[in-house]
């Protein structure tokens, strides 16, 4: 029996992912990594987005 999990829940998931994939792979590209990620949780357009614009803004991040 599968269960429902919240939007938020997989957001979450998804950053820990991207964040994780950057880590394994730094020369991927960070749009490739979201597309993935996106796929793999299932993600909105605007959560996508709104990851997008997160990863962008962080600190350090170049």
Known sequence: MSTIIPQSELVRKALAYIMEQRAL?????????????????????LDA???ERLLQDAPGEN
């Open 25 to 45: 792979n730094p020369d991927k590209s960070i749009s490739g990594i979201l597309d993935e990620a996106g796929m793999r949780f299932n993600l909105t357009p």
């Open 49 to 51: 987005a709104a990851l």
